[in-house]
């Protein structure tokens, strides 16, 4: 058996109540809706029917669709059932807008990480803990760190 090469992205294990961040819609019940963090290596979430949108619902379908990748809002995390609670309604405009740009960098810097732990057969969790997460702490996103590397690799120590 080869390496584990799945991971989530950012060293918390989960994201902070009231951030953003995004996910993909795999199936709408009755209540609620369930998602996928996509940064957080796919853990579940929900989102109550009521936290889809502000106004009065006519059509659910028009407002959320199975397999739609979106930012929301995290309300609560519940890490002994490994559970999310999510909201749509509460993600503002610049919200979703920060979030959406994090995540593109994150899935850039994510796709390299990958490459690098399946080259190297080594397990890509282990590859974030020695190098991803701490050139996360030292530059506020890994991408800025890797910007760096690639136009003077002699700059960027990783201690």
């Not at 106004?55 to 995290?74: A, D, H």
């Not at 993600?91 to 979030?99: F, L, P, Q, R």
């Not at 593109?104 to 190297?120: P, Y």
């Not at 030292?138 to 120590?157: N, Q, R, T």
Request: with cysteine; hydrophobic share 40%; proline share 4%.
């Amino acid at each position: 058996m080869g390496p584990n090469l799945e991971c989530r992205m950012y060293e918390a294990k989960y994201p902070e109540i009231d951030t953003a961040v995004m996910v993909q819609v795999k199936s709408i019940g009755e209540i609620c809706a369930y998602v996928s963090l996509l940064e957080y290596n796919n853990a579940e979430g929900m989102i109550l029917l009521s936290e889809l949108s502000r106004r009065r619902i006519r059509s659910i379908n028009s407002l959320i669709k199975v397999g739609r990748t979106e930012p929301v809002m995290v309300l609560s995390v519940d890490p002994d059932k490994d559970y999310v609670n999510l909201s749509k309604r509460r993600v503002a405009e610049e919200d979703a807008k920060a979030c959406e740009d994090r995540y593109n960098k994150s899935k850039l810097v994510h796709s390299i990480m990958w490459h690098v732990a399946e080259t190297m057969a080594i397990h890509l969790e282990d590859l974030y803990i020695q190098v991803g997460w701490p050139v996360y702490r030292k530059y506020g996103h890994a991408f800025e760190g890797f910007k760096l590397i690639v136009k003077d690799p002699d700059s960027v120590l990783i201690s």
